[in-house]
T-cell receptor, first 117, second 113 residues
Framework: GAVVSQHPSRVICKSGTSVKIECRSLDFQATTMFWYRQFPKQSLMLMATSNEGSKATYEQGVEKDKFLINHASLTLSTLTVTSAHPEDSSFYIC?????????????FGPGTRLLVL | SQQGEEDPQALSIQEGENATMNCSYKTSINNLQWYRQNSGRGLVHLILIRSNEREKHSGRLRVTLDTSKKSSSLLITASRAADTASYFCATDATSGGGNKLTFGTGTQLKVEL
């Protein structure tokens, strides 16, 4: 089946620094990618939807200047957490839709655990 | 906003028993999906049921969908200790010109030996 990878799987950074998380579709072209955030023992909350070559659409309450999303190619989307603070510590999960497989098919990455000290 | 509410929030059963989880949602959907997540890990897609379907089976899983009540249930039969995980429903709906998957609050299932 289709695979989505994320890198890094875990990252620890100091408060005030920026962290970039990569999401790649490994054997398909992802016309749309999604970024979710999950706090401990909670559900996944959609942060933003990105389409290749266009600006991301952010969910209400998500700061676009803090969470920069770049979907530069059909196989790569990046999420940059700028000026990270301890409250940004979370599990970030991306997912990708296979443009040829239909709108129902969405594949999830393994997640990136971010700890901001 | 959170689309789905799941109950129970937590469920503890003995191995061999059946586990039933329920999901309610608020708006029209294209399909509803169930996912499993082991602690601290990624999501595993379990099953998808379309809005025009009422019931679907996959191995020990049985999913029902009642669009008039905007609810779904996931039944795991003959549970095993390895089924211990969090289970989430997710509704696929069209919004703002695109399709979005919105997750429910989740049920933490513990299957004891």
């Amino acid at each position: 089946g289709a695979v989505v990878s994320q890198h890094p799987s875990r990252v620890i950074c100091k408060s005030g620094t920026s962290v970039k998380i990569e999401c790649r579709s490994l054997d398909f072209q992802a016309t749309t990618m999604f970024w979710y955030r999950q706090f401990p023992k909670q559900s996944l909350m959609l942060m933003a939807t990105s389409n290749e070559g266009s600006k991301a659409t952010y969910e209400q309450g998500v700061e676009k200047d803090k969470f920069l999303i770049n979907h530069a190619s059909l196989t790569l989307s990046t999420l940059t957490v700028t000026s990270a603070h301890p409250e940004d510590s979370s599990f970030y999960i991306c997912s990708a839709r296979d443009g040829l497989a239909g709108l129902e098919t969405q594949y999830f990455g393994p997640g990136t655990r971010l700890l901001v000290l | 906003s959170q689309q789905g509410e799941e109950d129970p929030q937590a469920l503890s059963i003995q191995e061999g028993e059946n586990a039933t989880m329920n999901c309610s949602y608020k708006t029209s959907i294209n399909n509803l999906q169930w996912y499993r997540q082991n602690s601290g890990r990624g999501l595993v897609h379990l099953i998808l049921i379309r809005s025009n379907e009422r019931e679907k089976h996959s191995g020990r899983l049985r999913v029902t969908l009642d669009t008039s009540k905007k609810s779904s249930s996931l039944l795991i039969t003959a549970s095993r200790a390895a089924d211990t995980a969090s289970y989430f429903c997710a509704t696929d709906a069209t919004s703002g010109g695109g399709n979005k998957l919105t997750f429910g609050t989740g049920t933490q299932l513990k299957v004891e030996l």
